[in-house]
């Protein structure tokens, strides 16, 4: 029967794709591939030559033999520039980070380093920025809202009961409209995961990250562990080379010319002359496909051979939300009607979530890899806001208020447009840009802006203090 059928595409998925995946990962671990564990580590044997180490709050710690919980982040600081802001922001609710930052070695920078280091070069700007955050916290725009994190939770909910009654009407228009409806669903678990993953949906790191992993691992089938690793590198360096991983999309996709200058094959060179056609409907599609069948379960295996004990839960989830669509949902589809439901209904939700994405970045300037820049900078020089609007809040899940998120990524979401206007005074005042633009002209620049680099002719970008990207 097909009810038999589609439950049998749920033990298959796991029989034939999950458990090889997880014997590889336990060889890997067997030979030496289960990744460091967390030390401070002895200082004995190590020079002033190999020594790594992070200015914060005008201390010098030394990193060489530190293992971040939050993966490799912390080594682009270590060649340079200051860390202050971005520890702050990233750790602003976190006792055990602030414990384990002082167990490091550390000593007072000299006065050379802090010329050469201290405040990105934006003494002026760092004091204007922690005196803005100051007056926030004062004011409470720190603290979450639990009325409203129900509400979140009560609007996915019902979105998918919405969806699934469209769904089940059996008829060929409404399972159009239902696919297209759970789809922008499964983006907006994406938008409340991505809040729980920044700790600021709660304000408790334990149960922010516990509803992250449970919101994305049922919601998008997909790891909150790897989200936060990959994320956060992501905020700490928006649109540095060598560095952001949201520039790192090849060979589906190149946002910007230095990254297309890598392509050296026929075959993708013309597949990106096409990428402005394919990003929305073909691109957006296969990037998520790659993270969800490949990328995530690669990743939660190989932590749960480590000893992982979240990445159980999210392996948990993801399979819960499998058996739930394939043996419960789908259960009177055949396995070709139930894979083609899961992709039309994946399809429309990579389309609304990634598209939604690139607007706030992927289309502005690039930072060179070894180029150092204030935390305040990287918000103006390579973030733009999105329609301050109501309806785009709602539509972005206040992500078009991106500059505000970049600068105050621990902040509730909500609270980001009650303080746009002060930051954009902040900005004019230390003479920096304010980059506000509607949602629909911005989404033609993203798509021009594929264009261009896609046709390998576009001049490299000009960065933020007016030099080219050569």
């Not at 840009?433 to 949602?439: E, F, G, L, M, T």
Request: charged fraction near 15%.
């Amino acid at each position: 029967s097909s009810s038999n059928s589609s439950s049998l595409l749920f033990v298959f998925l796991f029989v034939v794709y999950f458990f090889p995946l997880y014997v590889f990962s336990l060889k890997r671990h067997a030979m030496g591939g289960g990744g460091k564990q967390h030390t401070t580590g002895s200082q004995e044997g190590i020079t002033s030559v190999d020594k790594m180490e992070v200015l914060i709050e005008g201390e010098m710690y030394d990193v060489t033999n530190f293992s971040h919980p939050g993966g490799s982040l912390i080594k682009f600081l270590t060649k340079g520039g200051d860390a202050t802001e971005a520890f702050v922001e990233f750790h602003a609710r976190s006792k055990k980070a602030q414990y384990l930052l002082k167990s490091l070695p550390h000593r007072p920078a000299t006065s050379e380093e802090m010329d050469a280091r201290g405040f990105n070069g934006r003494k002026d700007l760092t004091v204007a920025y922690a005196k803005l955050r100051k007056e926030l916290v004062d004011e409470g725009y720190f603290k979450p809202s639990y009325t409203h994190v129900i509400y979140r939770f009560v609007e996915i909910i019902a979105m998918h009961w919405i969806g699934l009654q469209m769904l089940f009407t059996g008829n060929p228009i409404m399972y159009i409209l239902s696919m297209m409806w759970l789809g922008v669903t499964q983006g907006r678990c994406g938008w409340l995961m991505h809040e729980g993953g920044h700790y600021s949906l709660t304000g408790n790191e334990g149960l922010d990250k516990f509803l992250q992993i449970v919101v994305y691992g049922f919601g998008n089938q997909m790891s909150a562990g790897w989200w936060r690793s990959q994320h956060n590198r992501h905020h700490a360096t928006p649109q540095k080379l060598k560095h952001d991983v949201d520039l790192e999309t090849l060979p589906l996709v190149a946002f910007n010319a230095k990254i297309a200058s890598r392509v050296k094959s026929p075959v993708l060179k013309a597949w990106l002359k096409m990428q402005h056609i394919l990003f929305m409907p073909l691109s957006c599609l296969l990037v998520a496909l790659f993270w969800t069948l490949y990328l995530h379960p690669r990743f939660i295996l190989r932590k749960i051979v480590a000893g992982k004990k979240d990445q159980v839960l999210e392996l948990g989830c993801i399979l819960l939300k499998y058996y739930v669509m394939f043996a419960i949902v789908l259960s009177d589809y055949t396995w070709a009607q139930a894979i083609g439901t899961y992709l039309l209904c994946f399809l429309f939700g990579a389309m609304y979530i990634f598209t939604n994405f690139a607007l706030s970045h992927t289309h502005l300037p690039v930072t060179e890899s070894n180029e150092f820049v204030h935390w305040v900078e990287y918000a103006s020089i390579h973030t733009v806001n999105i329609s301050p609007t109501p309806l785009c809040s709602w539509w972005m899940g206040f992500l078009n208020y991106q500059i505000e998120h970049h600068l105050f990524p621990t902040m509730p979401q909500f609270h980001q447009p009650a303080i746009s206007n002060r930051v954009r005074k902040m900005f004019e005042e230390n003479g920096l840009v304010y980059d506000s633009r509607a949602y629909f002209p911005t989404l033609a620049t993203t798509l021009r802006n594929l264009y261009e680099v896609g046709s390998f002719s576009t001049p490299a970008p000009v960065n933020g203090n007016g030099k080219k990207n050569e």
